[in-house]
């Protein structure tokens, strides 16, 4: 018991949105009789595969002290890429680019806002807006749809519980990130340009190398 008012006490803001996301859970399932059930789990466990990774970037961005207003448009590009070349190419190839080409646009932010001192927000709208006519113009300015859905089919398959491939992978790509940032080098210093740059400057961190690290995994 000493333990857990411990961890409470350390990791309040956890605690709490732990504590909150109980109590909606509760509300609706004592005011809905279907809510209640393997269906919603999953539906929500769905949900959370794809916001999950934008909130995981989007946090990295905030823990440093920036801002990556691009995920979006980087996530459609990269969206773009898979359906148009899964049937010439395959799906794994295809996804295999897709998140090459975004690795590398997030690496290409954090170049310009740690080397060239450009301001993320300035840098990052401009690239939301650049992102999406590059969409545009991979998918020849047309609906692109897929025609294999096998590999969809697969990562969105309930396997046990609540959970199906796409939200496992979500989950541990989530452990891996804290892992990283909490017993790493690198996390550390992406803590400390955060949340005290001056100071982390003064006791010799080097900027840059976290701040593209951070907009690296953002675009990833």
């Known amino acids: 018991m000493y333990k857990i008012k411990s961890w409470v006490i350390e990791n309040h803001d956890l605690a709490f949105a732990i504590l909150l996301a109980i109590c909606v859970y509760g509300y609706f399932a ?62 794994f190839p295809a996804l295999f680019i897709a ?30 807006m650049l992102l999406r006519g590059v969409a545009l113009f991979v998918a020849q300015e047309k609906t692109v749809m897929l025609t294999d859905f096998r590999v969809p089919d697969f990562i969105s398959t309930k396997m046990m519980w609540y959970f199906s491939p796409a939200s496992l992978l979500v989950i541990a790509m989530f452990v891996v990130v804290g892992l990283f940032m909490s017993y790493t080098r690198y996390g550390r210093e992406i803590y400390a340009i955060g949340g005290a740059r001056k100071e982390a400057v003064a006791a010799g961190i080097d900027l840059k190398r976290p701040m593209v690290i951070v907009f690296a995994i953002s675009g990833l």
Do not use: K, P, W
């Not at 975004?102 to 993320?120: H, P």
């Open 30 to 91: 004592l005011t809905n009789e279907y809510f209640a059930t393997h269906r919603t789990g999953f539906a929500i466990m769905e949900r959370f595969a794809v916001l999950g990774l934008v909130g995981l970037a989007l946090t990295l961005c905030i823990i440093a002290g920036e801002i990556d207003l691009s995920i979006g448009s980087n996530a459609a590009l990269a969206a773009v890429i898979v359906v148009r070349f899964t049937d010439s190419l395959g799906a």
């Open 99 to 128: 998140v090459s080409v975004s690795t590398l646009i997030g690496t290409i932010q954090g170049y310009f806002i740690a080397y060239l001192r450009v301001r993320a927000i300035v840098l990052t709208v401009g690239t939301l």
